[in-house]
């Protein structure tokens, strides 16, 4: 899906009469917002004006129980700053508590307008070691959980739709650069980060018609997922370029600013799109492409003989004899 369904706004409208914050009245959920980026998203949208439900069941770094209460302690840190803000512990896994959620932020704060699916669990194998619960745990948490709180988001706001009061909605959600690229040892994660991508795409255009967006974002951060995981620094160096003194490129609050864009009414216009953020940086991310093409000699259907030497062609390593691109086909 294209972005372009309205032209995008100036942003004199939205600075003009500041100090409105751009996200004033709206209501937003974070899950996984007890932690890393969850939280840094949830001070942000707080910080421009929404009231936040901070939802997280404090679980560890693998899915695992910790007693943990993550969520208050965000709730708390964003009342105390002056904004509204509520816990809630419901895991992302559980699909009536998904729906319960949905309805918890539009029952506390009257409406909802913006759901961030960011909650995430590693559990890294190499995929001839990874387990049948450890793909169901990766799987569950991140493209099932952002599936449920998707769907009966998008459940309520065509019911609000119908009922004559839909105001449109927001969904972020949230992929990675295995989803996207590939890495190693996380078969489990990346599937289901490129599922989220799917997900996205299907979402915005279901959804266009209620004026919901779905957009998703691909972060690099310094957080306790990122904390353990060797070769993320080499793989992603940080970006170049002018910046303020004491500017930390590896924050996670770098990530917020873009999903507080996403979620205000100026991004009405950007649907179905995938934007890589890191420091200073927003990037945005261009999906599959026809990057060449193999026509039968017969014009019927290829024969798998004539591919011997038609792919080669495609990918350019015939008759110059050049290796396949590493960009293409993994380092
Ligand atoms: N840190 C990075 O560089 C990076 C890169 C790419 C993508 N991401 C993605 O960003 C998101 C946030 O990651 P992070 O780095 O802040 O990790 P984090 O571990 O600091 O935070 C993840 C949070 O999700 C919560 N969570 C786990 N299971 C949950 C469940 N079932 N329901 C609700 N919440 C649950 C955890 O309790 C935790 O607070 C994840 O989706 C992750 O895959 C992070």
């Known amino acids: ?47 421009h004006g929404a009231a936040v439900v901070v939802n997280d069941p404090g679980a560890g770094l693998h899915g695992e129980n910790t007693g943990e209460t993550p969520a208050e302690a965000v709730a708390a840190e964003i009342t105390a700053a002056g904004g509204r803000a509520i816990p809630d512990h419901s895991s992302v896994t559980d699909w009536a508590a998904t729906e319960k ?36 745990a990766v799987i569950a948490v991140h493209l099932k959980g952002t599936f449920a709180m998707t769907r009966h988001a998008c459940a309520y706001w065509r019911e609000e739709a119908k ?55 691909s972060p690099i951060a310094h957080t306790r997922m990122t904390a353990g995981i060797a070769g993320v620094a080499v793989r992603n160096p940080v970006p170049d370029g002018p910046a303020p003194e004491g500017f930390d490129p590896q924050d996670p609050a770098n990530a917020s600013g873009l999903v507080v864009y996403l979620a205000s009414d100026a991004s009405a216009w950007l649907t179905g799109q995938v934007f890589r953020v890191h420091g200073n940086r927003v990037q945005r991310l261009r999906g599959w492409r026809a990057a060449g093409e193999y026509r039968s000699r017969s014009g019927g259907a290829v024969e798998p003989q004539e591919l011997i030497t038609g792919l080669p062609e495609v990918y350019g390593t015939t008759p110059a004899g050049r290796l396949p691109d590493p960009a293409v086909h993994g380092a």
């Open 1 to 47: 899906m294209t972005a372009g369904s309205q032209d995008p706004p100036d942003s004199e409208t939205y600075t003009k009469g500041v100090p409105m914050g751009l996200l004033d009245g709206k209501v937003a959920i974070v899950t996984g917002g007890g932690r890393g980026l969850g939280r840094a998203h949830c001070l942000a949208l707080a910080g």
């Open 101 to 136: 959620l949905i309805a918890l932020a539009a029952a506390e704060f009257g409406r909802l307008d913006v759901v961030v699916n960011n909650a995430g669990i590693l559990r890294d194998r190499m995929l001839f070691s990874m387990t049948e619960d450890d793909f169901d």
């Open 163 to 217: 009922r004559g009061a839909g105001r449109g909605g927001r969904i972020i959600n949230t992929t990675s650069g295995t989803g996207l690229f590939g890495t190693v040892g996380q078969a489990n994660y990346g599937a289901a980060k490129a599922g989220i991508v799917s997900l996205t795409t299907i979402t915005a255009l279901e959804m266009a018609r209620y004026g919901v967006t779905a957009n998703a974002i």
